[in-house]
Structure formats: structure tokens, C-alpha cells
């Protein structure tokens, strides 16, 4: 009994002292709502978060997976820290006696599934999509009607600063695709693609072009009536073939004739190009290997590879792409899925005589920091 009171006494010395040590420069966090002090991120990259729940008996501040308890004052306010977190961007949420809800101190953003909460912890690159006072494009919110799937669809068309100005000008294309659970406006919010762009720009680092940020979501099919439930340590099924045909064919006949005919683009092959984070990876690599007489360029954002052996079988592929970036977080590369090692894929990919590249995102996980570098990366390669 002394001896389990002691280890008790030792470990919460242990866990005071660190919190006595817990660097005192916090600030809101700048995706909070106008005028609200929580969430703050202190120099640490620390969450230190605080809600009313006067009538609560417990609270849980939810962020990449882990939940924090909170501690309640005698006000009803409970405050609390997490652990240091990535730089970038992260979805997170309330616990509220069991019961998730979104922070009513922060912004929306639409990731899982849902509009929920986020935080941006600042990054020490941040500058490269920071708002400054350069030249800015737009980010056009646009409508319009697919005959694919006879129904009103939304999409985000980045069009550089000299767009309005330069009217006799045209521009090539960069189709860009959100993750799983995602939509077309991850791009735009979460991304920060306006801000990259009108930096690169005008930093002469990129080339100006356009860039459609649409909806690909997919849902797998339901297991037919009377199949066997998934479950019970085994794998679930890989994707089903033709999983990506839906988007392919509404992007095919319906997006990219929508941005040529309201655009001025050049529109041809050579001056587009696809690429995606996650589930958009998955889409671009199925979407351009199946149609090499649309797209020469493509970027594959912590979403698979392409091997030899792919590119060999793939008709027309070789001929058709001119660029091939493949990205990942140094996280997510540690330990390689299915024993696949993607910057010796890509490698090899290069040196069997195509244009392929390669970026590790720096102390990154499969989340939006990654994805942010890899655009900036991306876009200084395309169209030069």
C-alpha cells in the first residue's frame, strides 16, 4: 500500500512539474473565431484549451486521435493543455460527457466526414502561405450543371492576379483534389492554395496557371445482402475495380469542358495537369493512367506510387507525362506501408528515364502541413 501511494506521489510530482515548465507565451490560435482568446498555441507547439460547461462532469479536448481531460474551475470553466503538437493544420473537437460537439470558439473547416473545429499551429515556414502584400489572385466560387450526374455541382477555381489584367493572356490548368472525408473546400481553406500561389508567383518561383479544386468524394459500396461482415482481424477488401470512374467521367465530360468554355485556358494535354492528397492520390493515379490523351503531369500527395512495372503496362503512359511528383510526411514514410518503400519506387521510376520526383515533408504525418509543402513543391515544377 506504501509503496503504490509513493509511485502515486512520484507521478503526479512528476506530472506537475512538467506543467510548471510549460512555456507561458501562449496566443490564440489565428483560426479562431473573431475575438475569441481559446484555443492558444504557445512556442511549444501546445494547445492550452478552455470551455464553459458549468453542468458538465467531464470534458475532453479531442485532437490527432488523443483526448485531453480538461479540469473545471469553480466558475464551471474547464481549461486544459494537450501534448506538443505538429506544426500545421489539425481537425479536433469537444467531449462533452461522452457526447462530441464542435469548439464554439474556432472556425468550421469540412474534414471526417463533418464541419467541425480546427487549429493551425504555427509552423516555422509559414511564410510560404502567409498573406502578404503581393499581387492576389481569386478563389471564384463556381456552380455548375453536370449531364453526368444530371445535378447542380460546386467546385473552387484559382485564377492568378493576372487574370483580369491581362485579358488576352491564357493559362494552363492544375486539377487538384481533396482527401477522404474531404471536399472541394479543403483545398481552398485548409490548404491555403490562393496564398502558396500568390506568393510563388510573385516570388518568380512558379509559373501562373489555374487551378480547379472540385468534389471527388467516394463512399465504398455496401457489402451485398447475406455477404460476410468484414471484421474480426481480417483485411478490408482492396478497392473495387472502377472505384474512380464515377469522378473520372464526371471530370472528364463535364468539369474540364466547363473550365475550357468559361476559362481562358490552353486547352490541351500538355498544359494540364491532375494531382490529389490521400484519397485524391488514389484518383489522380487511376484518373491520368487511364487517360494519358487528357493529362501530361501529375502529383501524387501521400497516396501511393508509381512502379516501372506500372508505367510499363499503362498504354500511352510514358509518352504522355512529362512529370511525375510523389510526396509523403516523414511520418508516414518511417515505417513504408505493404513493405512498399515510395522514394525507392520513384527512383526507380527516374531512372528508367522519366521525369519523376520525390519530396519528405519534414516532421509531418498524413495531414495538412505535408500537403501544404507538397503543393509549393509541386507547383514550382509544372508548366515550365
Same mark, same amino acid.
Not at 29 to 44: C, F, I, L, R
Not at 111 to 131: C, K, N, Q, T, V
Not at 184 to 203: C, F, R, S, V, Y
Not at 274 to 299: C, H, N
Given at each position: 500500500?506504501?509503496? %503504490?501511494?509513493?509511485?502515486? &506521489?512520484?507521478?503526479?510530482?512528476?506530472?506537475?512539474? +512538467?506543467? +510548471?515548465?510549460?512555456?507561458?507565451?501562449?496566443?490564440?490560435?489565428?483560426?479562431?473565431?473573431?475575438?475569441?482568446?481559446?484555443?492558444?498555441?504557445?512556442?511549444?507547439?501546445?494547445?492550452?484549451?478552455?470551455?464553459?460547461?458549468?453542468?458538465?462532469?467531464?470534458?475532453?479536448?479531442?485532437?490527432?486521435?488523443?483526448?485531453?481531460?480538461?479540469?473545471?474551475?469553480?466558475?464551471?470553466?474547464?481549461?486544459?493543455?494537450?501534448?506538443?503538437?505538429?506544426?500545421? #493544420?489539425?481537425?479536433?473537437?469537444?467531449?462533452?460527457?461522452?457526447?462530441?460537439?464542435?469548439?464554439?470558439?474556432? /472556425?468550421?473547416?469540412?474534414?471526417?466526414? $463533418?464541419?467541425?473545429?480546427?487549429?493551425?499551429?504555427?509552423?516555422?515556414?509559414?511564410?510560404?502561405?502567409?498573406? =502578404?502584400?503581393?499581387?492576389?489572385?481569386?478563389?471564384?466560387?463556381?456552380?455548375?450543371?453536370?449531364?453526368?450526374?444530371?445535378?447542380?455541382?460546386?467546385?473552387?477555381?484559382?485564377?492568378?492576379?493576372?487574370?483580369?489584367?491581362?485579358?488576352?493572356?491564357?493559362?494552363?490548368?492544375?486539377?487538384?483534389?481533396?482527401?477522404?472525408?474531404?471536399?472541394?473546400?479543403?483545398?481552398?481553406?485548409?490548404?491555403?492554395?490562393? /496564398?502558396?500561389?500568390?506568393?510563388?508567383?510573385?516570388?518568380?518561383?512558379?509559373?501562373?496557371?489555374?487551378?480547379?479544386?472540385?468534389?471527388?468524394?467516394?463512399?465504398?459500396?455496401?457489402?451485398?445482402?447475406?455477404?460476410?461482415?468484414?471484421?474480426?482481424?481480417? $483485411?478490408?477488401?482492396?478497392?473495387?475495380?472502377?472505384?474512380?470512374?464515377?469522378?473520372?467521367?464526371?471530370?472528364?465530360?463535364?468539369?474540364?469542358?466547363?473550365?475550357?468554355?468559361?476559362?481562358?485556358?490552353?486547352?490541351?494535354?500538355?498544359?494540364?495537369?491532375?494531382?490529389?492528397?490521400?484519397?485524391?492520390?488514389?484518383?489522380?493515379?487511376?484518373? %491520368?493512367? +487511364?487517360?494519358?490523351?487528357?493529362?501530361?503531369?501529375?502529383?501524387?500527395?501521400?497516396?501511393?506510387?508509381?512502379?516501372?512495372?506500372?508505367?510499363?503496362?499503362?498504354?500511352?503512359? $510514358?509518352?504522355?507525362?512529362? /512529370?511525375? &511528383?510523389?510526396?509523403?510526411?516523414?511520418?508516414?514514410?518511417?515505417?513504408?506501408?505493404?513493405?512498399?518503400?515510395?522514394?525507392?519506387?520513384?527512383?526507380?521510376?527516374?531512372?528508367?528515364?522519366?521525369? +519523376?520526383?520525390?519530396?519528405?515533408?519534414?516532421?509531418?504525418?498524413?495531414?495538412?502541413?505535408?500537403?501544404?509543402?507538397?503543393?509549393?513543391? #509541386?507547383?514550382?515544377? /509544372?508548366? =515550365?
Amino acid at each position: 500500500m506504501k509503496k %503504490t501511494l509513493l509511485i502515486s &506521489f512520484v507521478a503526479l510530482a512528476t506530472c506537475s512539474a +512538467a506543467m +510548471a515548465q510549460v512555456k507561458e507565451d501562449f496566443k490564440p490560435a489565428s483560426t479562431n473565431q473573431g475575438g475569441k482568446e481559446y484555443p492558444m498555441v504557445n512556442s511549444e507547439r501546445i494547445i492550452r484549451a478552455q470551455v464553459t460547461a458549468p453542468d458538465a462532469t467531464r470534458v475532453q479536448f479531442d485532437i490527432s486521435g488523443v483526448k485531453y481531460d480538461l479540469t473545471k474551475d469553480e466558475n464551471g470553466v474547464w481549461t486544459g493543455e494537450t501534448a506538443p503538437q505538429d506544426e500545421g #493544420f489539425h481537425y479536433y473537437q469537444i467531449w462533452v460527457d461522452g457526447a462530441a460537439t464542435p469548439d464554439p470558439n474556432s /472556425l468550421y473547416y469540412y474534414g471526417a466526414g $463533418r464541419w467541425g473545429s480546427g487549429i493551425d499551429i504555427p509552423a516555422h515556414d509559414e511564410d510560404f502561405y502567409a498573406l =502578404k502584400n503581393v499581387p492576389h489572385g481569386d478563389v471564384r466560387e463556381v456552380y455548375y450543371y453536370s449531364q453526368t450526374n444530371d445535378a447542380m455541382r460546386h467546385c473552387y477555381i484559382y485564377t492568378p492576379a493576372s487574370y483580369d489584367t491581362d485579358l488576352n493572356k491564357r493559362y494552363p490548368v492544375l486539377y487538384l483534389q481533396h482527401g477522404g472525408g474531404e471536399s472541394e473546400h479543403g483545398w481552398p481553406q485548409q490548404g491555403k492554395t490562393g /496564398l502558396i500561389m500568390d506568393n510563388l508567383i510573385a516570388a518568380g518561383l512558379a509559373e501562373e496557371f489555374i487551378i480547379v479544386m472540385d468534389n471527388g468524394s467516394w463512399a465504398r459500396p455496401r457489402p451485398a445482402e447475406g455477404a460476410a461482415p468484414q471484421g474480426n482481424g481480417q $483485411r478490408r477488401p482492396g478497392l473495387p475495380s472502377g472505384w474512380a470512374d464515377g469522378f473520372m467521367n464526371t471530370l472528364v465530360n463535364d468539369i474540364i469542358p466547363m473550365v475550357d468554355a468559361r476559362y481562358r485556358t490552353i486547352a490541351d494535354r500538355e498544359h494540364r495537369a491532375m494531382a490529389g492528397l490521400s484519397m485524391g492520390a488514389m484518383q489522380t493515379k487511376a484518373i %491520368t493512367m +487511364a487517360k494519358p490523351e487528357v493529362f501530361s503531369k501529375l502529383g501524387l500527395f501521400s497516396g501511393g506510387t508509381i512502379s516501372v512495372e506500372e508505367a510499363d503496362n499503362a498504354p500511352g503512359f $510514358r509518352e504522355a507525362y512529362d /512529370l511525375v &511528383f510523389v510526396s509523403y510526411g516523414s511520418r508516414e514514410v518511417e515505417k513504408p506501408r505493404g513493405g512498399i518503400d515510395p522514394g525507392k519506387t520513384t527512383a526507380d521510376l527516374k531512372a528508367s528515364g522519366m521525369n +519523376a520526383h520525390y519530396y519528405v515533408s519534414p516532421e509531418t504525418a498524413h495531414e495538412w502541413q505535408t500537403w501544404r509543402r507538397s503543393l509549393y513543391q #509541386f507547383a514550382q515544377l /509544372l508548366f =515550365k
